[in-house]
T-cell receptor
Framework: GAVVSQHPSWVICKSGTSVKIECRSL??????MFWYRQFPKQSLMLMAT?????????EQGVEKDKFLINHASLTLSTLTVTSAHPEDSSFYIC?????????FGPGTRLTVL | RKEVEQDPGPFNVPEGATVAFNCTYS??????FFWYRQDCRKEPKLLMS???SGNEDGRFTAQLNRASQYISLLIRDSKLSDSATYLC????????????FGTGTRLKVLA
């Protein structure tokens, strides 16, 4: 149980394009999902908390207009990186909360050329 | 001061060795703690939750010391497959479910 999927697993795009990443909880409902970013040799940094049916809560320093989050259902949250630039290249990981534990998706590796 | 601090390592140990990692946290309101394991270029996977009473799962033992605000993980009889980065994680307490991750401790088990 507690399986979380992410799609796509990797993406390469040109600077200025927008990229959408999906996070799904496959066998449970998640009112709360989280989006993280991890740069090489660094730890996971929480970007935002995604709440089903309401606006996401962003961490300090994360631009909400650049990283659009939509949590339209209890099993799906999406992160859209708008007008991506090379500095946005990173490993984006989502998690879904089940009780007190977070279960992580396999991550999406974004490379912006 | 970082909210969750770990020694980044790497810890290089021979197969069969016992190795211990410590982690300190600064937010006394944190209520839940976990150890996650992360393999290279993969997502973190839950290894175990950490309780004040201590908990054991096979070769792994985790302990929480609230007075000193540190968490430990002990791995006995290390296997080559234990090589990974071990992430210490705390939540922020106060009813939030937000996690704060340590930078991770790299473990290499050598044949």
């Amino acid at each position: 149980g507690a399986v979380v999927s992410q799609h796509p697993s990797w993406v390469i795009c040109k600077s200025g394009t927008s990229v959408k990443i999906e996070c799904r909880s496959l066998d449970f409902q998640a009112t709360t999902m989280f989006w993280y970013r991890q740069f090489p040799k660094q730890s996971l940094m929480l970007m935002a908390t995604s709440n089903e049916g309401s606006k996401a809560t962003y961490e300090q320093g994360v631009e909400k207009d650049k990283f659009l989050i939509n949590h339209a259902s209890l099993t799906l949250s999406t992160l859209t990186v708008t007008s991506a630039h090379p500095e946005d290249s990173s490993f984006y990981i989502c998690s879904a909360r089940s009780r007190d534990t977070q279960y992580f998706g396999p991550g999406t590796r974004l490379t912006v050329l | 001061r970082k909210e969750v601090e770990q020694d980044p390592g790497p810890f290089n140990v021979p197969e069969g060795a016992t190795v211990a990692f410590n982690c300190t946290y600064s937010n006394s309101a944190s209520q839940s703690f976990f150890w996650y394991r992360q393999d290279c270029r993969k997502e973190p996977k839950l290894l175990m939750s950490v309780y004040s009473s201590g908990n054991e799962d096979g070769r792994f033992t985790a302990q929480l010391n609230r007075a000193s605000q540190y968490i430990s993980l002990l791995i006995r009889d290390s296997k080559l497959s234990d090589s990974a980065t071990y992430l210490c994680v705390g939540n922020l307490g106060s009813g939030t479910y937000k996690y704060i991750f340590g930078t991770g401790t790299r473990l290499k088990v050598l044949a």
